[in-house]
């Protein structure tokens, strides 16, 4: 049966998503029908799918899912809650400011501010192996790995409800995103892959950024990759408590206390256009 799915396109700071509304009827998300949202030829094309469904808990006010390209299911999403939190305004299913929201691996307070941005309480980092998920005999601030060509990466293993390795780089332009992303990502110490960030810092209020994402590749734009990069930085001694983050698509402002504290960002999210895309339940 061929049927007419609804769809917003919505983008933050360049990172872009299809939001799909799943409050009033079942999103059911097969490889297929996410293989057609997100390709860029024969689809509409995303990063990623966004889904708001009914809350499962009385805490929080929604349930947010996310899903890559590839079909894989993912706990967080930084620039896909600011647009989650425009888009459950615009459509009306919530006037409360701040909302809060679950996803697979924790809780998010979304709070729409001036100027059209979204603050997002990202949560605390957690940075003992274990919960990034990265094998390592012990909490470190930096570790190495040794690559099957004999390469050696340092870098810093920080979730921020997905797991991220940060890489310190004196040019990120210049920085082999794609050759060190797909390397790290294939690793077995990281058994749920890995995001991998390339955190250029030009002071202590600055950096930037590239992210080459788990299931998508390098994107314009990572909210909790510049999260983790300036967690990162932080324990590294090298940045402030609020940093402003040059991504490809814009800039993320980031604030964090430090250990114990959690991770806020502040960015952009607008709707770029809706529509209806056809496809065979």
């Known amino acids: 049966m061929r049927m007419k799915l609804p769809f917003t396109k919505m983008q933050g700071a360049g990172n872009d998503f299809v939001v799909i509304d799943a409050t009033r009827a079942p999103f059911r998300p097969t490889p297929q029908l996410l293989t057609r949202l997100t390709d860029r030829r024969f689809g509409i094309g995303c990063d990623q799918v966004l889904v708001v469904e009914p809350p499962s808990t009385p805490d929080v ?15 967080q999403c930084g620039n896909g809650s600011r647009c989650f939190a425009r888009f459950v305004h615009e459509h009306g299913l919530s006037d409360k400011n701040p909302i809060r929201v679950r996803t697979s691996s924790s809780v998010l307070e979304l709070r729409r501010v001036e100027g059209g941005e979204v603050r997002v309480n990202m949560g605390v980092p957690r ?37 991220h390795a940060v890489i310190a780089v004196e040019d990120v332009e210049r920085a082999p995103v794609e050759r060190l992303g ?3 990502q294939a690793q077995a110490a990281f058994p ?90």
């Open 61 to 75: 006010d929604f349930n947010y899912r996310i899903f890559n390209a590839d079909g894989s299911e993912v706990g």
């Open 127 to 163: 940075l003992t192996p274990g919960e990034v998920p990265f094998r390592a005999d012990q909490r470190a601030g930096l570790y190495e790995l040794t690559l099957p060509d004999g390469e050696r990466v340092v870098f810093a293993a920080v979730s921020m409800g997905n797991p």
């Open 182 to 184: 797909r390397a790290l």
């Open 192 to 281: 749920q892959s890995v995001n991998v960030g390339f955190l250029q810092i030009d002071d202590s209020a600055h950096a930037a950024l590239r992210v080459y994402e788990r299931g998508a590749g390098e994107t314009l734009a990572c909210g909790s990759g510049a999260c983790a990069a300036v967690v990162a930085g932080r324990l590294w001694g090298r940045l402030a408590e609020r940093v402003d983050v040059r991504v490809r698509g814009g800039v993320l402002k980031i604030e964090w206390a430090g250990e114990g504290q959690p991770v806020w960002m502040t960015g952009p999210a607008e709707t770029v256009f809706s529509g209806e895309i056809e496809w065979q339940s």
